[in-house]
């Protein structure tokens, strides 16, 4: 019986009594005045029931992921009592962890639980050509695909078969990191203080070092009337990704050079290109990285048709940086032994093109020198107490993926480069990088390595 029927026949109750009153209006009145609020409230009563089903239906999801994440856990704390201790034991390791600094000591390393599940979900972009791009045959590649690859293999996975690409896009990237969708994040991310101190996440090793610029269409203002300044674009209709670096420091400089600009708004660098294209943005603001990619499919494709005119737009890249952008992979807080792995994973593939070791000569490399036999056949403390790095981790890297210059060169260049004669000997390439700051330190760079030992 619900609750309206239940009330409804209640009234009825008090309200034959009443209809045989006769002569005492007064009361009869009250009566009738309080059957209506009664039937009021059982409306209002009725329409918060509706609005709580409502609420529940729209939780559902909610529930379901927290009963998922509920079960997930169990199982892992199942597993960890298996190897480990009893729950008195677990409490007081918790406790210790936490005077120590860590969060929760009891948590289970990702690298476990990447183990465990046979296989590494990596977060990436699809669509920024030499960093993450995923071609119309469905294949992978770029500097970001290929340090994913290198932290498979380093920890004993197949970096072909063994590496699940999860897109992760400028607004929801750290959110599949902290609730576990992903493993590792290697997508173009800026490393920020706020970012560090703020988000559940711990950064790595710097795969990139880059900085803002912005591409800008020839019939908005050409590079020559411009003086090849982003200072002449007073007016401009600007695409900025959301919830990105690119769109704060974009903010940042306009108000501090008094260049008036009006953003628009764009959660992918493809609806970016896609506005620019369409006119109805004159210039794209991110990392130059990616605007030299974009500038290269531009020029080929020739779809950026004419200007009022009838001559061909082209697209030109103001020569001023608006931000210094240390791209960088990310993990999760408190998670020191996976963090180490994505961090000496990049330090290693650095030490190699240093030592002149790559994919070609790792085999026959002198290993009676102990800094080259410290790098091929020493696990130097890597891993879990469950899953220690093998010793040959690094030979396992350079197996599928070589050292830094040659996964720079897949990356940005034609792939023939031999690992060890420098950024000079690289060629066809679309981003060089000679003279920047991502060649070695020996050539005048910032990419370094601490010492392995």
């Known amino acids: 019986m619900t609750r309206t029927v239940a009330l409804f026949l209640a009234l009825l109750m008090t309200a034959l009594p009443l209809a045989g009153c006769t002569g005492d209006d007064t009361e009869l009145n009250a009566a009738n005045e309080r059957i209506a609020e009664l039937e009021i409230q059982a409306e209002d009563d009725q329409e918060r029931i509706a609005e709580l089903e409502s609420e529940a239906e ?5 529930y379901q992921k927290l009963m998922d994440d509920f079960s997930e856990q169990s199982i892992l704390i199942n597993q960890l009592q298996e190897r480990c201790c009893t729950w008195d034991e677990m409490d007081q390791a918790w406790y210790d962890g936490y005077a120590s600094g860590m969060a929760d ?4 390393s990702t690298l476990d639980i990447i183990m465990d599940r046979g296989y590494m979900k990596c977060g990436v972009k699809n669509d920024q050509y030499g960093m993450g791009y995923l071609d119309e045959n469905g294949v992978r590649s770029g500097l970001d695909i290929e340090y994913c690859k290198a932290i498979a293999a380093a920890i004993g996975l197949d970096p072909n078969d063994d590496v699940e690409y999860v897109w992760a896009g400028g607004w929801n990237r750290f959110d599949l990191l902290a609730y576990g969708d992903i493993d590792v994040l290697i997508r173009t991310t800026t490393w920020t203080i706020s970012r560090d101190s703020d988000l559940n996440a711990d950064f790595a090793g710097i795969n990139f070092y880059d900085g803002q610029g912005i591409i800008i269409r020839s019939d908005f203002i050409t590079a020559e ?8 674009l007073d007016g401009a209709n600007i695409c900025v990704g959301t919830g990105t670096t690119s769109e704060m420091n974009i903010a940042d400089w306009a108000s501090a050079s008094g260049v008036s600009i009006n953003p628009v708004y764009v959660d992918s660098s493809t609806e970016a290109i896609a506005e620019f294209i369409d006119g109805n943005c004159d210039a794209y603001s991110g990392d130059t990285s990616a605007l030299v990619a974009h500038k290269w499919n531009l020029d080929n494709a020739g779809t950026m048709g004419t200007d009022d005119d009838g001559n061909d737009i082209e697209v030109w890249i103001g020569q001023e940086l608006l931000s210094k952008e240390p791209l960088a992979a990310v993990t999760r807080d408190y998670d020191s032994e996976w963090n180490e792995i994505v961090s000496w994973v990049w330090y290693g593939m650095i030490t190699a093109e240093e030592m002149g070791i790559s994919s070609q000569n790792y085999q026959s490399a002198d290993t009676s020198a102990p800094s080259i036999d410290r790098l091929l056949n020493q696990n130097l403390g890597l891993g879990t107490d469950a899953n220690p790095l093998s010793n040959t981790w690094m030979q396992s890297v350079l197996d599928a993926v070589g050292n830094y210059g040659e996964a720079y060169d897949r990356a940005f260049c034609d792939g023939t480069y031999d690992g060890v004669s420098g950024s000079d000997a690289m060629t ?6 000679s003279g920047t700051y991502n060649a070695l330190v020996s050539e005048g760079g910032l990419q370094y390595a601490p010492a392995m030992r």
Not at 58 to 62: H, S, W
Not at 105 to 108: A, C, G, H, L, Y
Not at 428 to 433: D, F, K, Q, V, Y
Request: with cysteine; glycine share 4%.
């Open 225 to 232: 009337a411009a003086e090849n300044s982003i200072y002449a």
């Open 105 to 108: 000591s009891s948590q289970v």
């Open 58 to 62: 729209a939780d559902e999801a909610t």
């Open 428 to 433: 066809g390439c679309l981003i060089s990088r």
